[in-house]
């Protein structure tokens, strides 16, 4: 019995709220003798052992600093409440103390809600494995699993390595990583991470990352970086926090000397706490890191959140960014009377033999109009074309290059589909047959679908110029620009021109955010405000050089990470006002003599909660991003 | 020296107060074989460079206790 009670009393966060709520049950005791009986003699002794219960902790945390030579709000606070209780102010001392505990106990609580969104990513990392070891299956801690190793993952199991799908197949949640709902297959081959949940199936891996080695491990280690780096606004106030303590001292000294009154002085000392103004930005800082962690947006520090949140354009590469990166089959043009499906057949057929890029896209589509038959003799010009016999027929597919060489004349119907193709931007193959061009076949990098609306939501937010960075050719380029709803172009651009189009916007005052690969990109990444790197969940190097990592290639992040960075930027400002206004209210009111010290200790606790209460908002997820994530399941579940 | 050291890592969510960040460190460094501890506020992680052989991890979080939190070792 003796010993639980020291436990207790040595821990603490159960040591704080015993004596709080024996400080509270005093108080209570006292107030009911004094106005439900009339009885005055408890009042004054058990107001002091209130005040000395709930002002023993206080005094141990201002004595614990003091030998650090800092000046704390404990020490603020212990000094009031001595006072007071040396003025017998025994009711104020009390109350004093007790809500200045109370306080603190809801913080704590309230602090470790928002400390919160992250203890979901840690708790998905599984602590055992079960791993297969001289033909037995043995259990053991998940970062012993030694590299190269077979680990057995069960359906409903979270992965606990990274590795590389050897056997089995499985639906694996993803979602801890990318923040992605929808369950990815996964077959022999597959690359998988710590933490993601196997829905169904059994999975044999080969162990590729373990341990503070793995894809999770290191965003959770950045997610806590860029929690403890600080805001340049963060900074800001910690200097002033530096002065301001001592500075409250000093004006409550002066205070005295002027007004002789102790009670304004002691009062001063309570309310000037500068409690919520020390915390009002941090707080939304890890609210908001955090928030973004869990759909999947790293963002590296608070100083990226503010920049972010200030952002007025965004500068984009066009490849693989705003288009899916691999050419598609745009348009078939069918001349000289042919069908635009016989076209595509006689394409087909000549470019089974192709190792070109685009003659991919041409054979799919062929196929899927129907079976594609096999050609009797294919030669392959290399740079030009193809040429095939099939039916006793010549096929001849290529570029403008292979009918120079073939020495085959356009007529004006091909010259003009050629130049039309040619302004849409795409690239144009041609088709032969027997000598003359039958068709035209246009090839274009297609939008992904969820560019447009990614552009749309960037321009409600203020994203005014939204700019695409390519080092493709004009006519491609604002194909896609007029397609997805880019404002501005910049075409055929080299690693160098795209920095100095960063930094010529930055010099017209525009906030600028670059997305890019990290690689060719990098100058322009790095002259930029911030860089954004997506699809970072197989890529180290993104997660470590941008500013904002998103780890899936869904654009829609993008826009998502900029909503989220400036709801914590309006979210630290109103926290700063709160938090300012509160201090000038309640000195006004100390000097006005309308506050008295424990009055003033109760709105200073609430504002700390209400800053705190504030920045958990920013945990939410937005309504609108629920909606949008639910249509996009429906679609993908019609699909 | 430094090739019988080992990082530990250990995660408290008690922390409340930037001014226990000094405390912490101050027990975990006056434990035999502690080269170095590093106590970060906002996310309350707890970095720890030791000798295993004469602090192990179970010293760690005894010494973290009696600061007055509770804190758990984390792989990463």
Known sequence: MFSRIIDILRHPVSRRKWLTIASGVLITVALVAWYGFGMAAPWAPLMTIAAVLAGYDIALRAWASLRLRQLSIELLVIVAAIGALFINNHWESAAVTFLFMLGAWLETRTMSRTRGALKALIDAAPVTATVLRDGQTIEVAAHEVALGETVLVKAGERLPVDGEVIDGSAAVNEASITGEPIPAEKAPGSKVFAGTLAENGLLHLRATGVGADTTLARIITRVEEAQEAKAPAQRMIENFGRWYTPGVFVLAIVSYIVTRNVELALTLLVVSCPGALVISTPVSVVAGIGRAARSGILIKGGEHLENAGRITALALDKTGTLTEGQPRLAEVVALAGQSEADVLLWAGIAETGSTHPLGRPIIEAARKQGPLPTAESLEEIAGMGLIARHDGHQIAVGSHRLFDHLKIDFNTEAKDGIARLHGLGHTVVIVARNSAVVGLLGLADMPRASAKPMIERLHALGVHRVVMLTGDQRPAAEAIASAVGVDEVHAAMMPDDKLDRIRTMRAEGLHVAMVGDGINDAPALAAADISIAMGASGSDIAIETADIALMTDDLGKIAEAMEIARATLANMRQNLVIAVLTVVGLLFGVYTGTIHMAGGMLVHQLSVLIVILNAMRLLRVPKATKARAAAQTGERAAA | ?76
């Open chain 2, 1 to 76: 020296m430094t090739n019988t050291s080992t990082r530990t890592i250990l995660r408290s969510d008690e922390l409340s107060c930037p001014s226990c960040v000094p405390k912490i460190e101050n027990a975990l460094l006056a434990l035999p074989g502690v080269e170095k501890a590093e106590v970060k506020f906002a996310s309350g992680r707890i970095e720890v460079a030791h000798d295993p052989a004469r602090t192990d991890v179970a010293a760690l979080v005894n010494s973290i206790a009696k600061s007055g939190y509770t804190a758990k070792p984390s792989a990463f």
